[in-house]
């Protein structure tokens, strides 16, 4: 029978050593890598929960900033609705034009509660408002060219407070 020289190696006590330490390698990197694993998992947990939070923060930003600009523009909208009543040249009515209240409507889509629209009943001023993502502070804009973010509810003010 004839022995390969693979056979001859690991027959003498250099070849068993040798071996011996390739089985530890290979032992010792399965092991690091399953404690690789666990640290990237933890890790990726951590850092998980910290994006999650963060990409939170940014929706709410955005759908804030998206209010803010739906109410700043509603002041354009207010003026191109009052040039076009004629001599009149009121607000009167503004509130539940449908220019205006499609505008408005823009505030809802960014996933608010219901704006709150109010005209003077001479129709000299109106003013709206819609809340903003932490329901305590408020996109507010009038007649006075006022667009501003507000502590407060309109209410049945018809100028933003």
Known sequence: MNQSDSDK????QTGKIVFSIVLLLIGFLIGMEYKSYQIQHVITD???SAVSDSLD???S???DAKIQGVMSSA???AELYYSSTGNDATYKGVCSDADFLHLLSGAEIAG?????????KDGSAWAASAPLSDNSEYACSDSTGVAKVESYPLGSATSCL
């Open 46 to 48: 951590t850092l998980g």
């Open 9 to 12: 190696f690991f027959a003498t």
């Open 61 to 63: 930003t955005a759908m």
């Open 57 to 59: 923060s940014a929706r």
């Open 75 to 77: 002041r354009a909208q």
């Open 112 to 120: 608010r509660d219901r704006h709150v629209c109010n005209e003077a």
